[in-house]
């Protein structure tokens, strides 16, 4: 369904006034920028074609119109009220139907045995989980197995496997741990095996036990793990990485090969190694890696120990995300819009050095990201931005926490591709920063995005912890001018900070859920309340390693 212009409106924007909002009926809203002309402003957005599915019933009415919206006076209230969704219409998510299974319940002394710990969300939500599992003594692991694409940590360490990872609304993951029964258990024991599965909601447990019975002179027989093969000399190592530090340098050590002459180390900015870097080293089995912040910042590492001209196997691969850092004065970096609810009016693009995102109509907003990892936590966000057009309910933000399958995002620009995808930034935090005379800070955690293009205002609604009553005035930066603004991230902690361009951030605000940080995609953030044309410039941004 086409939303249509209800009367004609247009700001005229000039410094020291407040925005104007003039109303003729037959008029089109007219802006002027240095960069696009005369532009416009035709409220057209793009009607789902037959076939796409509708949403549900419950999400249907429960926003304001837009002639609500129109006759409601400019205030951020009235803004969030076009660009959210009220509390409770989404499920929460909910683990309690996880479970712990073992692939059989009474086995015999030596036997093999399968654990496997289902995580179910049955909320609407995703959510981010942590399980911790740690083996009952009566049994040896073997080996385990995590899912690859929603997992950030999967080892096992000190006879505890660990993971983490964020479990889709709707969907499960599966972990699975195999182990043998040792041979001396006792016939009648039973074993328990408990795992700990924790979000910042819930802390549940679920066990999984089994009984010993007698040996069974069964042919069926698990036979024992058996390692063979040939001795290399020069022998396998193990590879190790460090965090980067502030300075964005780490450690990469490997196990000792006995006898080794020396060591090659691989380095290569594609998993691949296609096209690596080798560094020939003596004895030793560390070295020390340094590196600027460049908008190319994962590296991978695989090492291989050297006697005289033998050479070793090729190690595991390790990857170090290093400090990312863009000043935008190189068009192939990367940039691009990720998300938008008009794709013909919702822009980012690199200009003279910096980066420009623009929103050319009424409640759309957009995400443009270079699909680059932040470090892990902890880490800051440094950046200078401004609005080039001074109005009011014009806004930018800095968005991370982001979340990423791997997939082309978006993956395509038929209807659903561009606008229904689920490819990248389903959830992430934003600190949506408002012009309102001078410049406010509503901090938003999005938990989820509900496409709704035939309800008023923003045709896909942000869901999730966005509460206008936490709203803060930033001090000590200039509204129509450059700031400085800094983001730290840590475990517990997000802290926002900003002063005037050449100055130190101060302080501004602390948000302590931080359920989203290990999803590392970040990006720049633009959107509009009734006003058109809403456009921020990006001078850089550097995503560093902190030391603490």
């Known amino acids: 369904m086409v939303r249509k212009e209800s009367s004609s409106q247009f700001s005229l924007r000039k410094k020291g006034l407040t925005a104007i909002l003039s109303i003729a009926a037959g008029l089109i809203g007219v802006l002027l920028f240095a960069q696009i002309g005369s532009a416009a402003q035709v409220d057209d957005k793009p009607a789902p074609p037959a076939g796409v599915a509708q949403p549900a019933p419950r999400f249907v009415g429960v926003s304001p119109t837009t002639e609500e919206l129109l006759n409601s006076p400019p205030s951020i209230e009235r803004y969030v009220a076009a660009h959210t969704l009220p509390d409770g219409l989404v499920a929460a998510a909910e683990l309690e139907e996880s479970t712990k299974t073992v692939s059989d319940d009474s086995v015999t002394p030596g036997s093999v045995l399968k654990y496997t710990i289902t995580v179910v969300n049955s909320g609407e939500v995703d959510m981010p989980v942590d399980v911790s599992d740690t083996l009952p003594a009566e049994v040896t692991y073997a080996s385990h197995e995590c899912p690859p694409l929603i997992s950030d940590t999967c080892e096992f360490d000190s006879n505890t496997l660990t993971w983490s990872g964020t479990v889709p609304g709707g969907e499960s993951a599966e972990i699975s741990i195999v182990v043998t029964l040792n041979s001396d258990v006792g016939v009648g024991t039973t074993v328990t095996n408990t795992a700990q599965i924790t979000s910042v909601d819930e802390d549940i447990e679920r066990s999984a036990d089994v009984t010993v019975e007698d040996v069974s002179n069964s042919l069926l027989q698990f036979a024992p793990f058996t390692v063979y093969g040939i001795q290399y000399e020069p022998q396998p190592v193990t590879l190790t990485a460090g965090r980067p530090n502030s300075g964005n340098k780490w450690n990469l050590t490997w196990t000792e090969s006995p006898n080794a002459t020396g060591y090659e180390i691989h380095e290569s900015q594609t998993p691949d190694f296609a096209e690596a870097t080798p560094t020939l080293v003596s004895d030793q089995t560390s070295i020390d890696v340094s590196k600027n912040a460049s908008p190319d910042n994962i590296y991978y590492y695989r090492v291989r120990s050297l006697v005289g001209q033998k050479i070793g196997p090729w190690s595991n691969v390790v990857t170090v995300v290093g400090g990312y850092r863009d000043d935008f004065d190189d068009d192939t970096t990367g940039w691009s819009m ?138 000590g930066i200039d509204p129509e001018g450059w700031n400085h603004y800094r983001i730290e991230v840590r475990d517990g902690s997000i802290k926002i900070y900003a002063a005037k361009r050449g100055q130190v951030p101060g302080f501004q605000y602390e948000y302590t859920d931080t359920r989203w940080i290990g999803d590392p995609y970040f990006g720049f953030f633009a959107s509009t309340d009734e006003y058109n044309n809403s456009t921020w410039r990006f001078e850089y941004l550097e995503v560093l390693p902190l030391d603490n």
């Open 338 to 475: 990720r998300r938008s609810t008009y794709r013909e009016k919702v822009h980012g693009f690199y200009e003279n050095g910096k980066y420009v995102m623009q929103v050319l109509d009424r409640w759309d907003w957009g995400i443009s990201s270079p699909l680059m990892p932040a470090p892990e936590p902890p880490y800051a966000i440094d950046f200078e931005a401004r609005i080039v057009a001074p109005a009011n309910l014009l806004s930018f933000g800095m968005v991370f926490g982001g979340d990423w399958n791997g997939q082309t995002c978006p993956p395509g620009i038929s209807y659903d591709e561009w606008y229904q995808h689920t490819n990248c930034f389903n959830h992430f935090y934003n600190t949506n920063n408002i012009f309102f005379g001078p410049i406010k800070l509503l901090f938003e955690r999005v938990d989820y995005l509900v496409w709704l293009p035939n309800e008023g205002g923003s045709p896909m609604k942000r869901g999730g912890d966005i509460n206008v009553n936490r709203i803060k005035e930033y001090n």
